[in-house]
Each structure stands twice: as C-alpha cells, then as structure tokens.
C-alpha cells in the first residue's frame, strides 16, 4: 500500500530545506519515495513555485503530469472562478478514485498559504511513526491519505511513465 503524505512547513523555504532529511530518512530504508515535489509559497508572491523532485534518486513514478494536475486544483482552481471550477469538478472526482478526495484537496489548501511550503512525498512502505519524529523538529505537520494497490495502479496507469498492471 501506497500513501501520499503532505508535510506543511510554517516558512516558505521550510519544504525545500527538509530534502536533505527526506533523503536521509530514504537511505536509512524507513521510507521508500516513489515520487515527490515541494511547494514553496513566499508571503509577496500570487501563487506558489512547484518542483517536481522525481523519486530522489531518479524519474518519478508519476511524473510531473499528476503533480501539475493536483497543484492545478489546489491552488489554481479558486483562483480561476466558478466558471472554469466547476469543469475541472470532473477531474477532482476522478482523483478522488484514486484516493484523493475533496477533502484533502481543501486541507492542503487551506494549510499551504503565502508564507508556507508543503514537501509531498509518494512513499511505498513507510515506517511512518519512525519518520514522523524527525519531521517534526522541523515544525512541519502531516497530512496522509492511504492508497490501495488498485488506487496506485490507476494513478501509475494514468500518470505514470510505465504502466503497472492491476493487482489480482
């Protein structure tokens, strides 16, 4: 079981600077990274500056095509009205098949504002109580959501640069 973990930090730069743990923490074999980016949102600017970060150690899992399309509806989708909202309501419902629902959609949204960063992190097999200390010497906070093996599969099989077939 796959799980997509958001870890908000209360300063801009807090998300970019928890690399070096995240990769520490993946050498020590506590978590797994499939794919990963950061958001970065200074107090002067609009809207956030995205990176994608692949697996760490490589290209991604799921490229930049999910990331962009979950960034897209976090932070682009209130700004762009009910109009153009209420198209890309097809595409929430969709992901939301594959384990990320509206509601953590507006978690995310409501704690990643001017000021923040958040780090998301799609890990394989986590020791999340092991992981989750050092984390929180950084003052991060942590969001997850749990996807089934079938819920990964959709989300490799539609993002993913190499499809993976479903679980039997």
Request: aromatic share 8%; net charge negative; proline share 5%.
């Amino acid at each position: 079981m796959s799980s997509l973990t958001v870890w908000t930090f209360p300063t801009a730069e807090g998300a970019e600077n928890a690399l070096g743990l995240l990769k520490k923490l993946q050498k020590q074999q506590l978590i797994s990274i499939a794919d990963a980016a950061y958001v970065s949102w200074p107090e002067d600017r609009k809207k956030p500056k995205t990176k994608d970060l692949g697996s760490l150690t490589g290209a991604g899992a799921l490229g930049g095509g999910f990331w962009g399309l979950l960034f897209g509806l976090i932070f682009l989708v209130p700004l762009l009205g009910m109009a153009v909202g209420a198209a890309i309501g097809a595409l929430t419902g969709s992901l939301s098949h594959v384990g990320i629902d509206d509601e953590f959609i507006a978690t995310v949204r409501n704690r990643v504002t001017p000021g923040t960063s958040a780090l998301f992190v799609m890990a394989d097999g986590a020791v999340l109580d092991r992981v989750v200390e050092p984390f929180k010497e950084t003052g991060a906070a942590l969001l997850t959501t749990n996807l089934s093996d079938e819920e990964e599969a959709r989300l490799r099989t539609a993002f993913g640069e190499y499809p993976v077939p479903e679980p039997s």
